[in-house]
């Protein structure tokens, strides 16, 4: 085995944000930020923390949430992916990188190796009431989904664009994603300017699109051999530190998060209390902290963002906000910043080493590449399936023609783990802890199992592994629940 490098790939900000491309919150909700705890939508806006309130521009006759059939889609800007962006494709040269990629193409991967470095080590949810202490503290089914990227090289420049695996099969969670966009602008627009530009019973003909539409601000950033993309999504002047942005996130509830496809009959459902165990706003971070925080956590330090704002809903109104510094995230996550920070750099190694392996494995090609976790044995299988004739990343899925084929040339690699602290290996069920001073070896070792497996055999596993990341119309799992 081979000992991982304990230094920090080298780093650079390739470009500085534009901070006046940056939008701010609107409607008075700058004061969520800097007072902590949920803050309940009602007169006045109450923090659960403290006894501060304010009174909110029009929030509270905002709760209602326009459906996507209400709003000009046209009128927002489409996700630019990591192949199509051709300002990172600039800076990818510029810079001498072999590999773009974005938050979104990075950070299920990361996720991924984290759990397989840490030994699945779990949240720590004692920030929750009573009612939470006994209950589970693992990570949700969804978070040992398979991932799936594709790299996607461009012979012009001799580099690869790493783009996240948008799969054929309709998403069952297309209103989360669509209200995502909805929301996120709602909150950064005033009213009259939102409802003029976006709202289709607003809009008189010939309305023009908004001013600046397709206009973004990115942070760039250079590490090791990859260059990375993060969207800014809003900032406030009064965040404590140099660090003034911070992203947007939309949560709906558990019932709809369970069934996005039957989304309207859990619009039942209200958040009534701060506290317990059902319909509150804590049960909902209870199911954040398992599930989605880790992610948070990466997307902020790859942005270099102070935390994140969320806003709670139902997919028909809004319940409430609550801001959570990368602080905070690291208590819940790792227990502490430092091992917070640790995990993210040994990951980014450990994320451009299989990068850089696929790239002289495949050269010149193609690849899609799928990450299926296995606890039981701590560590990753890759799959890679050579993509002849790729079309290119889509929205919203793609033809049958560019499914995943295991007849295509197929690879399995096995990329496995042993991580000591202390000179003490870490083994059976025993979750990472980390001090300042303690000492972190990783060995690791990539191997690739191909001559080793029958063509059948591999075929098999494959489609297992498209099966578990359930974003394919040819390789659906078993219907089952999801948070």
Same mark, same amino acid.
């Given at each position: ?100 990629? &974005?938050? +979104?193409?990075?950070? /299920?991967?990361?996720? =991924?190796?984290? @759990?397989?470095?840490?030994?699945? !080590?779990?949240?720590? $949810? ?39 695996? &948008?799969? +054929?099969?309709?998403? /069952?969670?297309?209103? =989360?994603?669509? @209200?995502?966009?909805?929301?996120? !602008?709602?909150?950064? $627009? ?39 993309? &993060? ?253």
């Amino acid at each position: 085995m081979h000992l991982l490098p304990p230094a920090p790939l080298p780093e650079c900000v390739v470009e500085p944000p534009d901070l006046d491309l940056v939008p701010s919150l609107k409607h008075d909700l700058s004061a969520t930020i800097t007072t902590p705890g949920v803050h309940r939508i009602s007169a006045p806006l109450i923090s659960s923390r403290s006894k501060h309130e304010h009174e909110p521009k029009y929030i509270k006759d905002a709760r209602h949430i326009h459906q996507p059939d209400e709003i000009a889609m046209e009128h927002i800007p489409p996700f630019i992916t990591s192949s199509n962006d051709p300002l990172l494709r600039q800076y990818c040269v510029e810079h001498q990188c072999k590999f773009r990629a &974005s938050t +979104s193409s990075t950070t /299920g991967a990361l996720s =991924l190796i984290y @759990l397989m470095l840490s030994n699945y !080590r779990p949240p720590h $949810m004692e920030c929750l009431s009573a009612d939470f202490q006994n209950m589970r503290d693992q990570w949700t089914k969804t978070m040992t989904k398979s991932t799936v990227l594709m790299l996607r090289y461009d012979a012009e420049t001799d580099t690869y664009a790493v783009d996240s695996e &948008s799969g +054929s099969a309709q998403p /069952g969670n297309q209103i =989360l994603l669509t @209200l995502g966009k909805t929301l996120e !602008r709602m909150l950064t $627009m005033e009213r009259e300017e939102f409802e003029k530009t976006l709202v289709r019973a607003h809009i008189t003909e010939g309305t023009p699109r908004p001013e600046g539409w397709g206009v973004e601000a990115y942070n760039f950033w250079k590490k090791g051999s990859i260059l990375l993309r &993060s969207q800014l999504d809003c900032k406030d002047e009064s965040l404590p530190g140099t660090r003034k942005t911070f992203d947007l996130k939309t949560r709906a509830t558990v019932g709809v998060r369970i069934n996005p496809e039957g989304y309207k009959s859990a619009q039942k459902q209200q958040l009534q209390s701060i506290k317990g165990v059902k319909n509150s706003f804590e049960r909902e971070f209870y199911d954040l902290g398992r599930s989605a925080l880790l992610k948070y956590s990466f997307q902020v330090r790859i942005g270099n963002m102070h935390g994140v704002f969320v806003a709670y809903h139902n997919t028909k109104e809004l319940f409430g906000f609550e801001y959570i510094s990368l602080e905070e995230m690291d208590r819940i996550l790792f227990g502490s910043s430092f091992l917070g920070q640790e995990m993210f750099e040994r990951g980014m190694r450990v994320y451009e080493l299989l990068l850089e392996h696929v790239a002289l494995l495949k050269p010149a090609r193609t690849t899609r590449m799928t990450l299926q976790p296995n606890r039981n044995k701590q560590l990753l299988e890759v799959f890679l399936e050579t993509v002849p004739n790729d079309s290119g990343w889509t929205e919203g899925g793609k033809e049958a023609e560019d499914e995943p084929n295991p007849s295509n040339e197929l690879s399995k690699l096995v990329l496995s783990v042993r991580v000591f602290v202390n000179n003490n290996r870490l083994s059976g069920r025993t979750p990472l802890e980390l001090s300042p001073g303690d000492k972190l070896d990783i060995y690791y070792q990539l191997e690739d199992m191909t001559p080793k497996l029958e063509k059948a055999m591999l075929k098999e596993e494959y489609a297992a592994a498209l099966k578990n990341n359930g974003n394919y119309a040819g390789f659906q799992p078993k219907l089952g629940r999801r948070q």
